[in-house]
């Protein structure tokens, strides 16, 4: 049996068309159809079947579904095996867009340095959608935002970043209520179809606050631009790049518990590169685990991080 043949066949199931598993694959929709085909004559009974636009999985297909991506990981983790050295070989990692800049560089760096053989495929996504690719085991491990689902049997969550909701302002309100901000200030919203958005959301709605809502977005070096050039003030989890930006921005604590947007490393617990995902968790602690305060980052008196570069000056009212 030809693997690319199953890996032909769950890259449909996952993307439910022909036309998306061909462009996914680099193939053309008739070469898909030819694998399928082929694979559905050797085991002798069909696989899948049209529904409207989409192409779903039989009952068959669903019966040899989990088998097959078992297949494909077996096969894909042979060459590591057989030279004994889990280190070796291609290592899959994910990773949710805002962490690809802030995260990913420094880790990568303590990880070559420690692991100087291992060859890296990165790929950029939602937490969500960076789960689900491990599961059907395209990747090894992922950095994501806490899972707000049970994790499968198989696969670990551990934190290494803890990010609380603040509320950032333009540099000229530095030191205003948080609060206050938040119920009369134009409102940048962050997207609140990413975790740090909804706990925003939940945090306005359980303290009564309606802000005069702006506008929406996803991205939060975008939202910290945005509200530089004084279109408002956002709700946003505590983001260690915002401060090293250099936009004349001030960070304003929350007055009571702030929600935290947590971040951490999920992976199969099982296959022979566990292990290098269990050292990337440590280096990751190592690097990320230290509140952001204690960090070389340093705010003026105000809470502002000044535009200038040059020598910076420590706050003892930094949270």
């Given amino acids: 049996m030809d693997v690319r043949f199953l890996q032909s066949f ?12 061909a462009r996914r694959l680099d193939l053309t929709p008739a070469a898909i159809a030819a694998r399928l085909h082929a694979l559905e004559e050797e085991l002798g009974v069909p696989l899948v079947r049209r529904a409207g636009r989409s192409v779903v999985p039989t009952e068959a297909g669903i019966r040899i579904l989990d088998r097959a991506r078992q297949v494909i990981r077996d096969i894909r983790d042979m060459g590591s095996v057989a030279i004994g050295d889990a280190s070796l070989g291609e290592f899959r990692l994910g990773s949710f867009v805002t962490a690809m800049g802030s995260i990913v560089p420094p880790l990568l760096g303590q990880l070559y340095r420690r692991h100087p053989n291992v060859s890296l495929f990165v790929k950029p996504g939602r937490s969500i959608e960076l789960c689900e690719s491990l599961t059907r085991g395209e990747l090894d491990a992922a950095i994501v935002v806490e899972p707000q689902f049970a994790v499968a049997k198989g696969y670990q969550w551990a934190e290494f970043m803890a990010e609380p909701l603040v509320v950032v302002a333009p540099a000229s309100m530095a030191g205003r209520d948080p609060h206050a901000l938040l119920a009369n200030e134009p409102f940048i919203r962050y997207d609140r179809s990413v975790l740090g958005g909804q706990l925003a959301d939940r945090y306005l709605r359980d303290h ?14 975008v939202i910290a631009a945005l509200v530089a050039e004084g279109l408002g003030v956002a709700l946003v989890p505590d983001w260690r790049p915002m401060w ?13 518990r702030a929600p935290v947007r947590r971040v951490g490393l999920i992976w199969s617990t099982q296959g022979p590169r566990a292990s290098l995902s269990e050292a990337l968790l440590a280096e990751a602690r190592a690097l990320f685990t230290h509140p952001l305060a204690s960090d070389s980052t340093a705010l003026d008196h105000s809470g502002v991080l000044p535009r200038a570069s040059g020598r910076r000056r420590k706050s003892k009212s930094t949270p």
């Avoid at 009564?208 to 070096?221: A, K, T």
């Avoid at 250099?246 to 009571?256: E, K, Y």
């Fill in 244 to 256: 090293q930006s250099g936009l004349a921005i001030a960070r304003c604590p929350l007055p009571d």
């Fill in 208 to 221: 009564g606050i309606r802000p005069h809502q702006r506008l929406e977005v996803d991205g939060l070096m």
């Fill in 10 to 21: 769950v890259t449909v199931v996952d993307v439910g068309s022909l036309a998306e598993a």
